[in-house]
């Protein structure tokens, strides 16, 4: 089988590419190794899987650089693209560059901890900045410090931002690298009334972004998403990715808008059109769902978060807090009103404070804002747990290594990447790189997974992850889903591959996992509907695991055999890894300490697709 | 009577020998033309206006202008009063902004063109950073541990091995699909462990031999068989293709050279007293 397009083909075709490959079209006579650069901008109609990161705090983001966060933009996206940076004295390099990035510090007092800690800085001369500065010299509370300069009209906390604000854009157009590495300019909207969290991430599509709308200017979504639209009358697009919804309290997936009104059709409108992703899983737990809300689920228990933000760290309620529980909601609203607000795809982030996004285990250490490998033997025992940290009830060693995001896009650019988050084609990982491709068809008979040709198949015949099924009409045979999932190459092999479906059963969701492909020849055994366990090869003594058991590859084609054609129904496929040692047993193990009690030894990292709905009685092209 | 000395020793006298001095230089600022005289021209005009707009994004309207005008003579009138009493001496924020000042100074002398001559032997001298890495044009065949395990996975790659080598034609062979296909042109190192996983696999690859079938070879997936068809060394480009970008490198080391020169001449005017040592002996 030949590869659509061979890595070493140099199109010269298009303008576009002209303008970038600046060495086509010289002549024959031209230093060869200029011509047989890689076509990086060429386009694979059948979409490559590209990984990164769309959370990632810098020092310009005022909590970070209170938390001792010092590496700024450059070294971050540096760090990002695979470049050794200095960090602490010592280079250090990113195991695996990512292919995206977006950097999305607070928008709240953004670089003013960096104003502040400069006595060069503007703000620094003002009379304000310099009783502010003497202030934290005598050992003021910073967090204090920055609920004061959250409402302080004073000169110079504005420009600060303003300045930082600059900066951010510039930095993210100046390593925009189209074919090699992408990035966005993008901020966060920090809104956590009462401390349950409505954070989003924006994130903008193009070279231009007006200053960023903050919670202060209103800690509303409806708001935030008015900017957004204001935005986009003016030709600047961008989108607004939720995250944390297990720490809301049950607020971002409500049934009620911000001023406790049923949500109706204008909001739903207005939620998909601005909120077409959220961001599942990240360094402060995942988002998927809850043991307590998927009770059969044998896997749900994953890296739980369920706590607020804030010091009390109260426990946050759960339905409305998980997307499995949101899909559901979203097909109820949708039979009340029309319209669906919860139709949107899957994402995930780090969130780390300190500038270096990471995402394997070995690369977190239960620090926010420094890498495990330089983490020493006292921050080591603070994150296991052996000492306690005043500052927290809930113990470091609860948070989890932080997320990636994956996308199915034709080419490496801004273009290709935005194009596929607004169109849902993205799956969301614990921070591996495994691979998820989720199709669904009703004329899906004939293609098999994996072998070769498949993949234009499927999109020539139906829909990828984040579409729409109409209801049947050409295809003589029923809805079939197409599985295919292949493991990280520097990672573990795969266990098993699972259909996820909730539908409506009256006014009442329902939820069920099918597993469909299994590694090892294993079977579901009928009457349990369970399958055996994989197993462990985990050796907890050393940290280590190997890929004697479990599948590089798995594929499946798949019919749901309770398909009601009158029910609609929500499916997304979850692929999970053999076990592996979690973080925390990692550093216990290179610091020759106890492995905390507390929490899980070793964990099965996943990853999730965006889903594909299933919609009864709509004509193709209708709603959203 | 007052005597001569005391005169001289006036500081309004030096105030306005100072000022007298300015004066002269009364078109590089208006503050300069008369301590007492404020006035606001059409350049303090210009610049305000700009200021506000690289901050806000929008022209100031006629209203915003007429305050940050006074905003400005405010500011002004503030400025010379803490110049004449002295204020900003003993205060860090403006001493950090004069230091700063003096570095661009210093900066500023820094050579800006350097000649061709001076650039090809900073080229020369460091032209293993500007080498494009070297690059592998393959193909491979690919044997799954899915498909018989791992053992069986390296024997069916052992097996077909053997055959391609004794002239077996590709498509007698039955190897498993792999995900970015068979044919891979012209990567490097790092693109090899983007596509294949980090480990052995890339360096086995860039030291296999030219048109031979070699292997096994073991990736992120499993084992591969792989011919290589094409090799590109890697390669220096001439000095005139990367012009630019050792001309950037090169004002940036000028510039840190630079600077460490200026400071060590100008700390030798000075006697450093470190009294704070006084009571320890020196090695």
């Known amino acids: 089988m030949f590869h659509p397009f061979p890595r070493g083909a140099v199109l010269c075709a298009t303008p576009l590419l002209l303008s970038v490959l600046a060495a086509c079209g010289d002549s024959p ?9 890689a076509p990086v901008l060429a386009e694979n109609p059948d979409r490559n899987a590209y990984f990164g990161e769309l959370h990632l705090h810098t020092a310009l983001s005022f909590d970070a650089y209170i938390m001792g966060a010092r590496v700024g933009l450059d070294d971050a996206y540096r760090f990002a693209r695979g470049d050794e940076i200095n960090m602490m004295g010592r280079p250090i390099r990113r195991d695996v560059p990512l292919d995206f990035i977006s950097v999305t510090d607070h928008a709240e007092q953004m670089g003013l901890g960096v104003a502040i800690g400069d006595p060069e800085s503007e703000f620094s001369s003002t009379e304000y900045g310099q009783s502010v500065r003497r202030r934290l010299a005598d050992g003021g509370n910073p967090f204090a410090l920055m609920t004061e300069l959250s409402s302080s009209p004073a000169r110079g906390v504005r420009s600060a931002s303003i300045s930082a604000w600059q900066k951010s854009v510039e930095a993210a157009n100046r390593y925009n690298d189209p074919g090699r590495f992408t990035t966005f300019i993008g901020y966060e909207w920090s809104s956590t009334p009462g401390n349950q969290n409505l954070h989003r991430n924006v994130i903008f599509r193009g070279d231009q972004a007006p200053f960023p709308f903050s919670s202060q200017d209103s800690p509303r979504p409806e708001d935030l998403w008015t900017y957004l639209e204001a935005n986009r009358a003016n030709g600047v697009e961008s989108l607004a990715i939720p995250h944390n919804a297990n720490a809301s309290n049950g607020l971002m997936y409500d049934w009620l808008d911000s001023n406790h009104r049923p949500i109706d059709e204008a909001y739903a409108k207005r939620r998909l059109l601005n909120e077409p992703l959220s961001e599942i899983v990240q360094n402060k737990g995942q988002s998927e769902t809850h043991p307590l809300l998927s009770p059969n689920d044998e896997f749900a228990s994953f890296e739980i978060f369920d706590k607020l933000f804030g010091p009390e760290e109260k426990p946050s309620k759960l339905p409305g807090s998980y997307v499995r529980d949101a899909y559901g909601r979203g097909l109820v609203l949708e039979r009340r009103t029309g319209f669906n607000p919860y139709k949107f795809g899957m994402a995930g982030g780090s969130d780390l404070h300190g500038g270096l996004s990471s995402s394997n285990e070995q690369s977190y250490g239960g620090s926010t804002t420094v890498p495990a490998a330089r983490i020493d033997r006292e921050q080591a025992k603070k994150s296991l747990g052996i000492m306690n940290d005043p500052q927290r009830t809930l113990p470091l060693f609860a948070t989890g290594s932080p997320g990636l995001t994956g996308v199915w896009a034709e080419t490496n650019t801004r273009q290709s990447i935005f194009d596929a988050m607004r169109r849902k084609e993205t799956f ?28 234009h198949q499927a999109y020539a015949k139906g829909t990828p992850m984040g579409g729409d099924m109409q209801v049947a009409g050409q295809g003589r045979h029923g809805l079939r889903f197409l599985v295919w999932a292949l493991k990280d190459p520097n990672g573990a092999n795969l266990d098993r591959a699972q259909i996820v479906k909730v539908w409506l059963d009256g006014e009442t969701p329902r939820e069920r996992v099918f597993d469909v492909a299994l590694s090892g020849g294993r079977k579901v055994n009928s009457a349990t509907g369970k399958a055996p366990s994989v197993g462990s090869t985990v050796d907890l003594e050393t940290a280590t695991y190997t890929n004697s058991i479990g599948a590089v590859q798995l594929t499946a084609g798949w019919e749901d055999p309770t398909f009601d054609p009158s029910q609609p129904a929500v499916y997304y496929l979850r692929v999970v890894e053999i076990p592996t040692p979690r973080w925390t047993t990692i550093l216990a193990v290179r610091e020759g300490l106890p492995i905390p009690q507390g929490t899980p030894a070793t964990l099965q990292e996943r990853a999730w697709s965006s889903p594909i709905w299933y919609l009864p009685g709509r004509m193709a092209g209708a709603g959203s | 009577m007052i005597s001569a000395r005391a005169v001289l020793r006036e500081p309004l006298l030096h105030f306005l020998l100072l000022g007298m001095m300015l004066y002269g230089l009364a078109a590089v600022h208006a503050r300069a033309t008369d301590p007492r005289r404020i006035e606001v021209t059409q350049g303090v005009l210009a610049s305000l206006s700009a200021r506000y707009e690289q901050q806000f994004g929008v022209r100031p309207g006629k209203e915003r202008m007429e305050q940050l005008v006074n905003d400005y003579v405010a500011d002004e009138a503030l400025y010379r009063r803490g110049i004449e009493l002295g204020l900003g001496a003993e205060d860090e924020v403006v001493r950090r902004r004069v230091i700063q000042k003096v570095r661009f100074l210093a900066e500023g002398e820094a050579a800006r063109n350097p000649s061709d001559e001076t650039l090809a032997a900073y080229f020369r001298a460091r032209s293993d950073r500007y080498a494009t ?18 053992a069986g996975a390296l024997d069916r790659a052992r097996t077909a091995l053997a055959r391609l080598r004794r002239g077996a034609p590709i498509s007698t062979i039955a190897d498993d699909p792999f995900v970015e296909g068979r044919q891979f042109a012209l990567l490097d190192d790092g693109q090899i462990e983007r596509a294949f996983g980090l480990g052995d696999f890339a ?18 997936y499993g084992w591969h068989v792989v011919f290589v068809d094409d090799r590109r060394p890697s390669h220096t480009p001439r000095f005139e293709d990367v012009r630019a970008s050792i001309r950037a490198d090169w004002l940036d080391e000028e510039q840190a050279q630079v600077r460490e020169r200026t400071l060590a001449k100008l700390l030798e005017g000075f006697d450093v007293v470190r009294t704070d040592r006084s009571s320890v002996a020196m090695p």
């Open chain 1, 29 to 37: 006579a031209e230093s060869v190794p200029q011509a047989s650069v």
């Open chain 2, 133 to 150: 890495p070297a690059r592998t044009a393959f193909r491979q065949l690919y044997f799954s541990p899915d498909n018989g395990g791992e």
């Open chain 2, 203 to 220: 360096a086995e690859i860039a030291a296999a031999p030219l048109a031979k079938w070699s292997g096994p070879f073991r990736s992120g």
């Open chain 1, 428 to 455: 969301a990982t614990s921070g591996t790189r495994l691979k998820v491709r989720f199709f669904a068809g009703w004329d899906y008979d004939a293609i098999q997974p994996g072998k070769p040709g498949w993949v």
